[in-house]
């Protein structure tokens, strides 16, 4: 039987592995659900097209990286040069994973501020996808601003 501290090493290298899978994962996903915008996938699809997905990707390939470092750490049990270099690329994949979610908070708080030059950027096809979704959704209920955003026939609800 394997000591304890070498199972729990294995037990969190696994996990940090599986949550680099999972980045990936997600980014592959977001960018396919992206491609046809319908109404129910268009406003996820504009949220999703500002959010660091290639940062994710790169969050996930650093972390693949460090999971390759940890192998000769187990390895060579009497060189702990190689232990040194995992704990750093870990402390690098924490850094990174906290700049990107820092980056996702802080432009979760900017949406409002934001939105009519989000809506401005965006073409025709996706303004009347986004204006029905609006109106199908947002019947019950009237938000102040709402006519700054809706425009034409749809406007009438």
């Given at each position: 039987m394997p000591p304890l501290y070498l199972c729990i090493f294995l037990l969190a290298d696994a996990l940090f592995t599986i949550t680099g899978g999972l980045l990936i994962a997600v980014v592959l996903i977001s960018k396919?659900?992206?491609v046809a915008p319908t109404m129910e996938t268009v406003a996820p699809n504009l949220l999703l097209a500002h959010a660091p997905l290639?940062?994710?990707l790169f969050?996930?390939?650093l972390i693949f990286l460090t999971f390759i470092a940890s192998i000769p750490g187990l390895t060579f049990t009497?060189?702990?040069a190689w232990l040194k270099v995992h704990v750093w690329m870990v402390l690098g994949c924490i850094i990174?994973?906290?700049v990107i979610g820092l980056q996702i908070w802080y432009s979760t708080l900017q949406t409002r501020a934001n939105l009519a030059v989000m809506w401005?950027?965006?073409g025709p096809q996706i303004q009347?996808?986004?204006q029905?979704?609006?109106k199908h959704y947002a019947i019950p209920y009237r938000m102040a601003n709402a006519d700054l955003f809706l425009s034409g026939n749809v406007a009438d609800i």
């Open positions: 396919k659900a992206m290639n940062g994710a969050d996930a390939g009497t060189q702990r990174v994973t906290l401005d950027a965006e009347q996808l986004l029905q979704r609006v």
